[in-house]
């Protein structure tokens, strides 16, 4: 494949939507995780 100026370009933009989205998704889950950690009895 060759790469043109547009087609990296493209692939940047590629690349860091999909790293946005990865982000967004784990920091979604982090106020559940959290609920968990709080919930959970640790005895001694």
């Keep these: ?3 043109t ?3 990296v370009a ?3 933009q590629r690349q860091v939507l ?3 989205t990865d ?3 784990k ?3 982090l106020p559940e995780r959290l609920e968990t950690l709080a ?4 005895g001694c």
């Design 10 to 12: 493209l692939n940047i």
């Design 5 to 7: 100026p547009f087609t």
């Design 23 to 25: 982000t967004l998704q």
């Design 1 to 3: 494949m060759t790469h």
């Design 27 to 29: 920091t979604s889950l």
């Design 39 to 42: 919930s959970v009895d640790v």
């Design 18 to 20: 999909e790293q946005a």
